[in-house]
């Protein structure tokens, strides 16, 4: 858990170093040689570090300290099934699981939901969710100085050479 919790961490500083160097960096500078270089090798680390290292380590824990293995059957509840009086219990909840016989359809056929498939699941979620902030990302560096320019604009016209606001548009 801890591996797991650091490499979120990790991975949100990173995060945090791309913002707040795309607040400073105006757009249409040229990158030096030595600026691609340092950029490139950074970016492939948080690229390993988000693709390879934090899934991993959820996978990891997963295993290990939560022991959600193909073998258990049901899908995990955590602190919300431990409760006596949790509505959750009233669905049958043995160990502390939903659905811990499988999911049956009045006879006609079971689905035995193991926490391995819960847990793969949540690893496929992580996966589509640091895409998607990937390309969220990748929005927000292309796009980190079109409001300052729109502003500039804006008040460029309506104010004269001399800065005073115009009457008439000439």
Avoid at 23 to 35: D, H, L, Q, S
Wanted: proline fraction near 5%; charge should be positive.
């Amino acid at each position: 858990m801890v591996a797991f919790i650091a490499s979120f961490v990790a991975l949100v500083a990173c995060v945090g170093v791309v913002v707040a160097y795309a607040g400073r960096r105006p757009i249409g500078t040229p990158v030096t040689w030595g600026e691609a270089m340092v950029s490139a090798l950074f970016i492939f680390s948080v690229m390993f570090l988000a693709y390879g290292i934090f899934p991993h380590q959820w996978l990891t824990w997963a295993d290990g300290g939560l022991k959600w293995r193909s073998d258990a059957i049901g899908i995990p509840l955590g602190p919300f099934g431990k409760s006596p009086h949790s509505p959750i219990r009233l669905l049958g909840n043995k160990a502390n699981v939903l659905f811990g016989d499988g999911l049956s359809f009045g006879g006609r056929g079971k689905i035995t939901i193991t926490k391995e498939t819960i847990r793969d699941i949540i690893a496929a979620t992580l996966y589509i969710a640091l895409l998607g902030g990937q390309i969220r990302l990748w929005r927000f560096w292309q796009k980190r100085g079109t409001a300052a320019a729109a502003k500039a604009k804006a008040e460029l016209s309506a104010t004269s050479t001399y800065g005073r606001p115009l009457v008439k548009k000439a």
